[in-house]
């Protein structure tokens, strides 16, 4: 029998992206998978490399190149979306269709393997070994990390899990409870453009335009909903009150209510100025007033973490519940 088509029910895909979830969080994406076939965003990523060296000339006018940008993208995530749409529609409706579906999307969702990344920071950080975690963060955050002292590394550690929770985690289970597979698959093609090619530089301010725009109403949700997740996972209601009162404040309009939220949960400042390739980002404090972040800290918010996937599942396995009466 074929698959209902997406979004005829929003609550139609619950059960799917909760298997995926717990599949992901247990098993992540095998090493010798990724070895063989890489993973679906590697791929995403060798298409946009692609067409950034193609359609973005530098000596092309501004218009050009945004209305270039827009239609690469807008393809992009409509070819991403329909392939998804057609496999998930050519799986059979039986038990094992289920799963392997389940496996598909759960390689776009990342929630065990930022968990280890930011781990990777957290365990050399408590012991000391200032210089492999300035190795393992530079992995994760684009600032210069020969510059960072233990604050500045359990600031970036604390920073990229918040966001990355958003970006990583609770968007593409957003997007996969509302749409299915197609949901979650145009997501993550559109996460990749704005990380890719949606930077407000030189190079990519033109080109990159319309991926960061959408990038940014994508993630509009999720990204509160994170914040949410968070406050919930600390049991500390005066986050709330951080998220609320600071998440404006950060240059990005979704970045900072995950991270404000991380910073009333743990009492400790977050964002504020740092380097990106030797240039000064002066950015505003997120619970100014509270000291800098410690790696005790970094492992405290990996705990909150932690509890805060744990709530999502939560949610989704009630979702998944009430279609299933």
């Known amino acids: 029998a074929s698959r209902l088509a997406p979004g005829q029910n929003m609550m139609l895909y619950a059960p799917l992206l909760l298997g995926a979830w717990l599949i992901e969080a247990l098993f992540g994406w095998p090493k010798p998978l990724f070895s063989i076939i890489r993973h679906p965003v590697v791929w995403l990523g060798w298409i946009i490399s692609a ?15 945004y209305a270039l940008g827009g239609l690469f993208s807008s393809l992009l995530i409509l070819g991403t979306a329909a392939f998804a ?3 998930s529609d050519t ?7 289920w799963l392997v579906e389940c496996l598909i999307a759960s390689s776009l969702v990342a929630s065990r393997s930022l968990h280890t990344h930011v781990a990777a920071v957290a365990i050399p950080l408590a012991s000391g070994n200032m210089e492999a975690a300035r190795k393992a963060v ?3 955050v684009g600032r210069d990390p020969k510059q960072l002292d233990e604050a500045g590394i359990s600031r970036a550690a604390l920073e990229s899990l918040s966001e990355n929770m958003s970006d990583g985690v609770i968007a593409p289970v957003f997007w996969g409870v509302l749409f299915g597979l197609p949901g979650i698959a145009a997501y993550k093609a559109i996460n990749t453009l704005d990380s890719m090619i949606g930077h407000r530089s030189e190079q990519h301010e033109a080109f990159g335009g319309f991926a960061a725009r959408l990038d940014d109403i994508a993630n509009l949700i999720p990204a ?6 968070i406050t919930l996972a600390s049991g500390r209601p005066s986050s709330v009150e951080v998220m609320i009162r600071d998440a404006r404040k ?6 900072g209510w995950p991270e404000a939220a991380m910073a009333g949960a743990l009492d400790v400042r977050l964002s504020g100025p740092r380097r990106y390739q030797g240039q000064t980002s002066d950015d ?15 492992a405290k918010g990996l705990n909150i973490y ?3 996937c744990l709530l999502g599942m939560v949610f989704v396995a009630l979702i998944a519940g009430v279609e299933l009466i």
């Open 51 to 65: 067409a950034d060296k193609q359609l973005n000339r530098p000596l092309w006018p501004h218009w050009i190149k």
């Open 85 to 87: 749409w057609a496999v």
């Open 91 to 97: 799986l059979p409706n039986t038990w094992w269709g």
């Open 138 to 140: 530079s992995m994760i």
């Open 224 to 229: 509160r909903l994170t914040g949410l997740l």
């Open 250 to 255: 950060h240059r990005s309009p979704n970045a």
């Open 284 to 298: 505003a404090w997120l619970n100014p007033g509270q000291p800098d972040p410690t790696a005790e800290d970094v």
């Open 306 to 308: 932690r509890k805060a």
